[in-house]
């Protein structure tokens, strides 16, 4: 092939994902083919090959395959996400076909581009006209998804906006790439095979119903009684599918077809996946090229571009890759399950030389069009404007304002029974009803909103007060978690840590509401439940109940439960703290999770509560640790993302990063600035706080400042526009914090210079 000069393009690094050899089927010649190419038309260009695995361990893969992706294995597909991410790759080829991907419908592959940031352009190799609805959540992600998509027939772009509603723009005709090789007289390839004198008929690919070799081998006693010398080769190993369930049962079918017919010795079984190089071989040997497949709706056939790619008489059933393909003269098309059709056009074809030498130059000059290394051009000049197209960061400004806490958007989730959980966007999704967790947490908010109408604090704090005192299951000593929309429970007991945060909230509300009925319900509750922390296991349900403790201490000095949960359970965050400590690993566990900041906090809250120094040095400590482990490589604050969690003494990951892990940093920055009054806590405080402002690492908001809402976090491309209650209430939550901690600041700095 002669290769052409080209300007240096922007893209140095691509991602290529999908099947590759030396895996069996025809979507991985396709992948590698795609592959060959870019590298020898772009040549100082980095091209990283992840491959699809559907027997992890079988394959001897080349170095071009960076990695294997297990088909079955969705942590896999994160895996490769945060490889790609990481790589330094500009964008992501996708080769899709459902049936090579894991889940429902293929649907482990969106777990791999929920978790990238690239911009992707995806090669469709099935456009469905009727898809199942799970087919069709998974392609109308995919759409939603990629910059650009790739159909291989007009019929697919015409399908994918008929069915789909896909944005037209976005759609490219690319043909499925061909070989560049000459165009040759038949005779030198017969001989290699032993084929000569022989007029030759050739259907390749991985042999499977579907195919309608039936079809073919029916016509061939026509064909034969015309031309005598005529083989009909059928070229490929059995699906690997169609083996594993049956063995070779289909070709043995087929092959008592032929010996029934009476032409055994006029069809030939090459039973093998062929090498490249093999293949455009027996291609070349070929006098004429049938494609008898069954399916009217095929879009692509590999087998086909190959062999008009090579110059080849095609005789095919009209599937939709074939009418396209072979329209305006360049093959002949015979009706599906034709063998009388088949037998006419293609004995004409053998029996007239000029007729059939003219159909392989119309066919030849069709496949120049085709050619891989046009195909490669193509799609990178697509690919680099894509890249182009990608948002660039914008540097924002050097100071924000924080926000006045506002009700309206807990107002908008929230009704006579409670807070809804979730939410579809901004609309409370009632499918998913109510929990303790928001309840207690939007108890504590209209505990401690500043300026809120009296009025609206007491109706909104009867009702999320009388969700926590209902939730309470005096037969199990534990409360209860989720409400289903009907107000029927979904449990008789509650996660650990839920119950950890109702206490919690009694804690806080006996402390901090106006409204003296309220005080007194939380402290009889909390009296009457608090002794089930002393049954509490895990760490974080522990911190949750001390500052539930702490609190209550606040409200009532001296409160003999109170101080005994705080002294035990601050004795057993030490010993985790000891036991997990590494010199690079200031932590109290050996893995991070959520609501990091909740541990150390409950430390100092518990050293200033029983006046002990030891846990305030030691949660301003851990404190101090966690803060650098969320902190990105610009300096801004970075939530340790849900994907880092449960990975022992390793680094945290950027995503995806949740609202609940600024508001848990701000408010134990809050507790070390009580104990120490070191202003560098508030400094950390208002970096976590800019966080739902914009400083991270999207330069996002999350706060929707019109109306008290936020999204529901950060992922690698962007936001997760869905606002539960959860985020809602950590962003007011803060927004009462920074508003708190910023006046006590501003007057211990007023009374140190009033000192000095």
Same mark, same amino acid.
């Given at each position: 092939?002669?290769?052409?000069?080209?300007?240096?393009?922007?893209?140095?690094?691509?991602?290529?994902? /999908?099947?590759?050899?030396?895996?069996?089927?025809?979507?991985?010649?396709?992948?590698?083919?795609?592959?060959?190419?870019?590298?020898?038309?772009?040549?100082?260009?980095?091209?990283?090959?992840?491959?699809?695995?559907?027997?992890?361990?079988?394959?001897?893969?080349?170095?071009?395959?960076?990695?294997?992706?297990?088909?079955?294995?969705?942590?896999?597909?994160?895996?490769? =996400?945060?490889?790609?991410?990481?790589?330094?790759?500009?964008?992501?080829?996708?080769?899709?076909?459902?049936?090579?991907?894991?889940?429902?419908?293929?649907?482990?592959?969106?777990?791999?581009?929920?978790?990238?940031?690239?911009?992707?352009?995806?090669?469709?190799?099935?456009?469905?006209?009727?898809?199942? *609805?799970?087919?069709?959540?998974?392609?109308?992600?995919?759409?939603?998804?990629?910059?650009?998509?790739?159909?291989?027939?007009?019929?697919?772009?015409?399908?994918?906006?008929?069915?789909?509603?896909?944005?037209?723009?976005?759609?490219?005709?690319?043909?499925?790439?061909?070989?560049?090789?000459?165009?040759?007289?038949?005779?030198?390839?017969?001989?290699?095979? +032993?084929?000569?004198?022989?007029?030759?008929?050739?259907?390749?690919? !991985?042999?499977?119903?579907?195919?309608?070799?039936?079809?073919?081998?029916?016509?061939?006693?026509?064909?034969?009684?015309?031309?005598?010398?005529?083989?009909?080769?059928?070229?490929? =190993?059995?699906?690997?599918?169609?083996?594993?369930?049956?063995?070779?049962?289909? @070709?043995? @079918?087929?092959? *008592?077809?032929?010996? *029934?017919?009476?032409?055994?010795?006029?069809?030939?079984?090459?039973?093998?996946?062929?090498?490249?190089?093999?293949?455009?071989?027996?291609?070349?040997?070929?006098?004429?090229?049938?494609?008898?497949?069954?399916?009217?709706?095929?879009?692509?056939?590999?087998?086909?571009?190959?062999?008009?790619?090579?110059?080849?008489?095609?005789?095919?059933?009209?599937?939709?890759?074939?009418?396209?393909?072979?329209?305006? /003269?360049?093959?002949?098309?015979?009706?599906?399950?034709?063998?009388?059709? $088949?037998?006419?056009?293609?004995?004409?074809?053998?029996?007239?030389?000029?007729?059939?030498?003219?159909?392989?130059?119309?066919?030849?000059?069709?496949?120049?069009?085709?050619?891989?290394?046009?195909?490669?051009?193509?799609?990178?000049?697509?690919?680099?404007?894509?890249?182009?197209?990608?948002?660039?960061?914008?540097?924002?400004?050097?100071?924000?304002?924080?926000?006045?806490?506002?009700?309206?958007?807990?107002?908008?989730?929230?009704?006579?029974?409670?807070?809804?959980?979730?939410?579809?966007?901004?609309?409370?999704?009632?499918?998913?009803?109510?929990?303790?967790?928001?309840?207690?947490?939007? !108890?504590?908010?209209?505990?401690?909103?500043?300026?809120?109408?009296?009025?609206?604090?007491?109706?909104?704090?009867?009702?999320?007060?009388?969700?926590?005192?209902?939730?309470?299951?005096?037969?199990?000593?534990?409360?209860?978690?989720?409400?289903?929309?009907?107000?029927?429970?979904?449990?008789?007991?509650?996660?650990?840590?839920?119950?950890?945060?109702?206490?919690?909230?009694?804690?806080?509300?006996?402390?901090?509401?106006?409204?003296?009925?309220?005080?007194?319900?939380?402290?009889?509750?909390?009296?009457?439940?608090?002794?089930?922390?002393?049954?509490?296991?895990?760490?974080?349900?522990?911190? $949750?109940?001390?500052?539930?403790?702490?609190?209550?201490?606040?409200?009532?000095?001296?409160?003999?439960?109170?101080?005994?949960?705080?002294?035990?359970?601050?004795?057993?965050?030490?010993?985790? %703290?000891?036991?997990?400590?590494?010199?690079?690993?200031?932590?109290?566990?050996?893995?991070?999770?959520?609501?990091?900041?909740? %541990?150390?906090?409950?430390?100092? @809250?518990?050293?200033?509560?029983?006046?002990?120094?030891?846990?305030?040095?030691? +949660?301003?400590?851990?404190?101090?640790?966690?803060?650098?482990?969320?902190?990105?490589?610009? /300096?801004? $604050?970075?939530?340790?993302?849900?994907?880092?969690?449960?990975?022992?003494?390793?680094?945290?990951?950027?995503?995806?990063?949740?609202?609940?892990?600024?508001?848990?940093?701000?408010?134990?920055?809050?507790?070390?600035?009580?104990?120490?009054?070191?202003?560098?806590?508030?400094?950390?405080?208002?970096?976590?706080?800019?966080?739902?402002?914009?400083?991270?690492?999207?330069?996002?908001?999350?706060?929707?400042?019109?109306?008290?809402?936020?999204?529901?976090?950060?992922?690698?491309?962007?936001?997760?526009?869905?606002?539960?209650?959860?985020?809602?209430?950590?962003?007011? %939550?803060?927004?009462?914090?920074?508003?708190?901690?910023?006046?006590?600041?501003?007057?211990?700095? +007023?009374?140190?210079?009033?000192?000095?």
């Amino acid at each position: 092939m002669t290769r052409l000069t080209r300007e240096p393009t922007a893209i140095d690094h691509l991602a290529l994902i /999908g099947n590759f050899l030396p895996r069996k089927c025809g979507l991985a010649t396709y992948t590698t083919d795609t592959f060959t190419a870019l590298r020898e038309r772009f040549t100082d260009m980095i091209v990283d090959v992840y491959a699809m695995d559907d027997h992890p361990g079988r394959y001897d893969y080349p170095p071009a395959v960076t990695r294997a992706i297990p088909e079955q294995d969705r942590l896999a597909y994160i895996d490769a =996400a945060r490889a790609i991410e990481a790589s330094g790759a500009q964008a992501v080829w996708l080769q899709h076909e459902y049936g090579i991907f894991g889940g429902t419908a293929g649907e482990h592959i969106l777990a791999l581009l929920d978790r990238i940031s690239l911009p992707l352009i995806v090669t469709l190799h099935t456009v469905l006209e009727q898809p199942n *609805a799970d087919q069709r959540r998974v392609m109308e992600a995919l759409l939603r998804r990629a910059s650009r998509v790739v159909v291989m027939a007009e019929r697919g772009r015409e399908i994918l906006q008929r069915v789909y509603s896909a944005n037209p723009r976005a759609i490219l005709t690319i043909p499925h790439g061909v070989p560049d090789r000459a165009l040759l007289d038949t005779a030198g390839f017969k001989q290699r095979f +032993g084929w000569e004198g022989r007029k030759t008929i050739l259907t390749f690919g !991985l042999l499977a119903p579907g195919k309608g070799i039936e079809t073919m081998i029916e016509a061939m006693p026509a064909i034969v009684a015309d031309n005598p010398d005529s083989l009909y080769i059928v070229l490929g =190993a059995t699906h690997p599918n169609l083996v594993a369930h049956e063995g070779e049962a289909y @070709r043995d @079918r087929l092959e *008592a077809q032929a010996e *029934a017919l009476g032409v055994a010795d006029h069809v030939a079984f090459v039973d093998a996946f062929v090498e490249h190089e093999d293949l455009l071989d027996y291609l070349q040997a070929a006098d004429v090229y049938a494609t008898p497949y069954t399916n009217p709706a095929q879009i692509t056939s590999g087998t086909l571009s190959y062999a008009v790619g090579l110059g080849k008489p095609v005789v095919s059933t009209p599937y939709v890759h074939a009418a396209e393909i072979l329209a305006d /003269g360049h093959g002949v098309l015979v009706d599906f399950g034709d063998s009388a059709g $088949f037998a006419r056009a293609i004995g004409r074809l053998l029996a007239d030389d000029d007729a059939r030498l003219a159909l392989s130059r119309r066919a030849y000059a069709r496949g120049r069009t085709m050619v891989w290394s046009r195909l490669a051009d193509t799609a990178m000049e697509e690919i680099v404007a894509m890249v182009a197209a990608k948002p660039r960061r914008i540097a924002t400004a050097p100071s924000f304002r924080a926000l006045a806490p506002d009700f309206a958007a807990v107002e908008r989730m929230s009704d006579a029974t409670g807070m809804f959980q979730h939410a579809i966007l901004s609309i409370p999704d009632r499918r998913h009803g109510y929990c303790i967790d928001d309840n207690a947490r939007a !108890l504590m908010l209209t505990a401690r909103l500043p300026g809120m109408d009296e009025v609206a604090r007491d109706k909104w704090m009867t009702v999320y007060a009388a969700f926590v005192q209902y939730a309470w299951n005096p037969d199990t000593r534990r409360f209860r978690n989720f409400m289903n929309f009907d107000r029927t429970w979904c449990e008789d007991t509650g996660s650990e840590d839920s119950n950890g945060r109702a206490l919690w909230a009694l804690g806080v509300t006996a402390r901090d509401t106006s409204l003296a009925k309220h005080r007194d319900w939380a402290r009889r509750l909390f009296d009457e439940t608090a002794s089930l922390a002393l049954d509490l296991g895990s760490p974080r349900s522990h911190a $949750f109940a001390m500052l539930g403790a702490s609190a209550m201490l606040g409200a009532h000095p001296g409160h003999t439960l109170a101080t005994h949960i705080l002294t035990r359970f601050s004795s057993e965050l030490m010993s985790l %703290l000891e036991r997990a400590r590494r010199p690079e690993w200031r932590w109290f566990e050996i893995v991070l999770a959520y609501d990091n900041a909740r %541990l150390p906090e409950a430390l100092i @809250r518990a050293g200033i509560a029983l006046s002990r120094q030891d846990l305030i040095d030691c +949660g301003c400590d851990a404190l101090d640790w966690i803060a650098s482990q969320q902190t990105g490589p610009d /300096g801004r $604050f970075r939530a340790v993302g849900t994907e880092s969690f449960g990975r022992p003494y390793a680094d945290p990951l950027p995503f995806d990063q949740q609202p609940l892990e600024a508001q848990a940093t701000i408010d134990a920055c809050e507790a070390a600035f009580d104990a120490t009054g070191d202003r560098r806590w508030v400094d950390e405080a208002m970096r976590a706080y800019r966080w739902y402002l914009g400083r991270n690492d999207h330069d996002l908001p999350l706060a929707t400042a019109q109306d008290g809402g936020c999204f529901d976090g950060l992922t690698p491309i962007g936001l997760n526009r869905n606002q539960g209650a959860e985020s809602i209430l950590a962003l007011q %939550l803060a927004s009462v914090a920074i508003s708190g901690l910023s006046n006590r600041s501003t007057a211990v700095a +007023g009374t140190s210079r009033a000192v000095a």
